[in-house]
Each structure stands twice: as C-alpha cells, then as structure tokens.
C-alpha cells in the first residue's frame, strides 16, 4: 500500500519541490482538521446531541474568536513560514528516494516520531509555564481562552510557533525516516493536535482508542488550559504522570526534612 501512495506522490514530484507546497499543505491539512470541529461548535447551541459531547458545556464559540485565531494563523504562515520554506527550498532541495519503505517500518518511525516530539513538547511546555518571563513573553497569548476550541491549535506567538515546528520537522530526520513517512507524520501530528484542542469528548476520539490511559486526548489538553499547571504533555500521559509523582515526592521531602 505505500509504494503505490508513494508512486502517486512522486508524480507530483514537482510540486512537492515547490517552496509552496510545505506553506500550502501545511495550511490546508490544518484549516480540514478543524473544519469539523467548526461545525460541531456551529450546531452544538442548536443540537443537544452534539453539546452533550462538548467538554466546557458553557463555552460558546463566536465568529469573532474564530476569525482572531485563524488570522493569527494565516499571518505566521505568510510571514515568517513561507519565507522559511523558501530558504529551505534553496538550501536544501527535496530529493525523494526511489523506493518506498514498508507500511510496519512507516508506523514504527511515525509512532517512534510522536513520542519523541511528545517528550521535546513536555520540557518545552514545563519551561514554559514555571519560568515566569517565559510564560509572559511567549506563552501566555495560547492561554488567552481557557475553553479550547479547533482555531485555538495555532493560536500562539512567533517564538511558540517555530519551536514547536522546529520540533516536528527535526525529528523525522534525527531519526532517519523515509519522506513518505514524514509525511505521514506531519500529517498525524497535525490532527491530533487539532484533536486536543477541539473542546469535545467524542465516542471515537484517540484517547477511547488507546488502552491503559496512555493518551490523554482533548479532555487531558483541555484541563489544561483551564487549570494552567496540570497536563503539559501533548498527547501521551506518562510524563505528565511522572512528572506529578517527582513533584509530589519533593514535597514529601520538604515536609520530612
């Protein structure tokens, strides 16, 4: 299955060359993923079967906070990552292997991919909220709605925007992956971060999918933004785990000593 996708991607070979189409792409696969989310916000005043789901029954999503977040968006993309892409374009043109890698050895290195940039997001994230001028200076403006909906994924600044991106497009190649995989990766990282910012607890959403509590999901994310210094994790939940059982053994510490 993914040689004939990668066959059908490379005769798009040179489009994929264009300094476009990590902008284009990009755009596009976030303004789908959230487009249903949009929806649902849209219906869910409406329709009790879809409010039944949402996570904060009494937010309420206005076409002003839509249109704020998505100009957000459209203005770090043309400014800064496309300008991005063009010298990577030129640096670093895109060569793409003439064979594709097996579809277990493209799951392996997309899952290895996430729980990398799920580890780089944790520290990033802790930093971020525990050092003070760090938090005034480059995160605060992605806490501005404490009720998350599908928009608030990319609502954040500059700085925010580019590391975390860093993250993502670094990884694949720290780990040697295929192109395909990549693309698989970028893909998956970007809906589930829509995901985690939908503001709904849907029957099918990823963490009823995953056994044993291992992924936290929209309800993990979104306690967060309600609650700012719980779940800096953005998908898997052994970190946050982790981290609340060093910080409650500190405790412990101070109080025996």
């Known amino acids: 299955m993914s040689s ?10 040179d489009f994929l060359r264009s300094p476009l189409f990590p902008v284009l792409f990009s755009m596009t696969l976030y303004l789908s993923c959230c ?9 869910s005043s409406r329709v009790a079967l879809v409010h039944r789901y949402k996570i904060q029954s009494q937010s309420r999503v206005t076409w002003a906070m839509a249109w704020s977040c998505l100009a957000t ?7 800064f990552i496309f300008p991005l892409s063009v010298l990577h374009w030129y640096w670093r ?3 793409l292997p003439a ?3 097996g579809s277990l050895r493209v799951a392996w290195d997309v899952l290895a991919c996430l729980l990398l940039f799920d580890l780089q997001y944790f520290v990033w994230h802790v930093l971020h909220h525990k050092v003070p001028w760090l938090y005034r200076t480059f995160h605060k403006v992605h806490h501005r709605y404490t009720a998350t909906f599908a928009l608030t994924t990319e609502h954040s600044g500059i700085w925010e925007t580019l590391s975390l991106g860093l993250f993502a497009a670094v990884n694949p190649n720290l780990l040697g992956c295929h192109p395909l995989t990549k693309m698989f990766f970028f893909t998956l990282n970007i809906w589930l971060s829509v995901e985690d910012h939908s503001g709904y607890d849907l029957p099918w959403a990823p963490h009823r999918l995953v056994p044993f509590g291992l992924y936290g ?7 967060h933004h309600l609650k700012f210094m719980v779940n800096y994790a953005p998908y898997f939940t052994h970190w946050d785990r982790l981290f609340v059982n060093m910080h409650n053994d500190l405790l412990f510490l101070r109080i025996l000593y």
């Open 4 to 13: 004939l996708l990668f066959y059908n991607i490379r005769a798009q070979e």
């Open 35 to 43: 487009l249903p989310y949009l929806c649902l916000d849209t219906l």
């Open 73 to 79: 968006s459209l203005h770090t993309h043309a400014v």
């Open 93 to 95: 043109p895109v060569v």
């Open 99 to 101: 064979q594709a890698p």
């Open 217 to 223: 999901g929209s309800p993990h994310h979104d306690l």
